[in-house]
C-alpha cells in the first residue's frame, strides 16, 4: 500500500539555522512527489515536485528537496531559516503507474523558528 | 491561494441541515478535489472531477455530495448523513489529475 510518513510532529530551528523537515514514502513504483505548505487557517500553497532527473529539486521561498531512491526519502531542506518560515509543512506522493491518481498526504510536521 | 475562491470563509450547521461549499476557480483548470483536514492529520479527498459532468468519490464521500456543471465550479454538499462534519476543507484544481493541485483558502465548518 502506497504511504507517506513525515515523522516528525514538530520541528524547532533557530533562525540562521538550516532546517530539514522529513519525509519517506511507500509506493509500488517510481513516485512523484511534492512538498505544499501551510500558514494558519489558509490553504496549501505549492513549494516543489520531483517527477523525474535531478534528485535535488529547487522550489519557492528558497527551500529545496532531495530526493533518495535507495532510501526512499524526499527531504525538505533550506539553507537560512527565517522567522516567516513558521507554518505546517505537508509531504505527499503519487505513484506514476496506473490510473491511480489520487495524492497521499502525511499528517504534516510544524516548523517554528525561533528568532 | 490565487485564482481558486472558496466561500464563506467560516459555515456553521445545524443538526439535521445540510450546506453547501462554494468552489471556484478561473485557472482554467480540468480537475477539481475537494479534501476534508482535520487536526494532526493529512489531507483527504473526498470528491474529485476530472472534467465537467463528471466526478468520482475519494476515500471519505459518505455524507457528502458534489456536482460539476461548470469547468469553472465544483460546490460540495455536506448533508446531514454526515455526522462529524466538523473540519477545515479545501477545494483545489490542477490542468489534469497527474499534474500539480493548486488550493483555495478553505473554510472552516463548524456545528451548533
Known amino acids: 500500500a502506497q504511504s507517506v510518513a513525515q515523522p516528525e510532529d514538530q520541528v524547532n530551528v533557530a533562525e540562521g539555522n538550516p532546517l530539514t523537515v522529513k519525509c519517506t514514502y511507500s509506493v509500488s513504483g517510481n513516485p512523484y512527489l511534492f512538498w505544499y505548505v501551510q500558514y494558519p487557517n489558509r490553504g496549501l500553497q505549492f513549494l516543489l515536485k520531483?517527477?523525474?532527473?535531478d534528485n535535488l529539486v529547487k522550489g519557492s521561498y528558497g527551500f529545496e528537496a532531495e530526493f533518495n531512491k535507495s532510501q526512499t526519502s524526499f527531504h525538505l531542506k533550506k539553507p537560512s531559516a527565517l522567522v516567516s518560515d513558521s507554518a505546517l509543512y505537508f509531504c505527499?506522493?503519487?505513484?506514476?503507474?496506473?490510473?491511480?491518481?489520487?495524492?497521499?498526504w502525511g499528517a504534516g510536521t510544524k516548523l517554528i523558528i525561533k528568532p | 491561494d490565487g485564482g481558486i475562491t472558496q466561500s464563506p470563509k467560516y459555515l456553521f450547521r445545524k443538526e439535521g441541515q445540510n450546506v453547501t461549499l462554494s468552489c471556484e476557480q478561473n485557472?482554467?483548470?480540468?480537475?477539481m478535489y475537494w479534501y476534508r483536514q482535520d487536526p494532526g492529520q493529512g489531507l483527504r479527498l473526498i470528491y474529485y472531477?476530472?472534467?465537467?459532468?463528471?466526478?468520482q468519490k475519494g476515500d471519505i464521500a459518505e455524507g457528502y455530495s458534489v456536482s460539476r456543471e461548470k469547468k469553472e465550479s465544483f460546490p460540495l454538499t455536506v448533508t446531514s448523513a454526515q455526522k462529524n462534519p466538523t473540519a477545515f476543507y479545501l477545494c483545489a484544481s490542477s490542468t489534469g489529475l497527474q499534474e500539480t493541485q493548486y488550493f483555495g483558502p478553505g473554510t472552516r465548518l463548524l456545528v451548533l
Open positions: 472531477s476530472q472534467i465537467v459532468n463528471d466526478f
Open positions: 520531483y517527477i523525474t532527473g
Open positions: 485557472l482554467n483548470h480540468d480537475a
Open positions: 505527499a506522493v503519487r505513484d506514476i503507474r496506473g490510473s491511480n491518481y489520487q495524492l497521499i
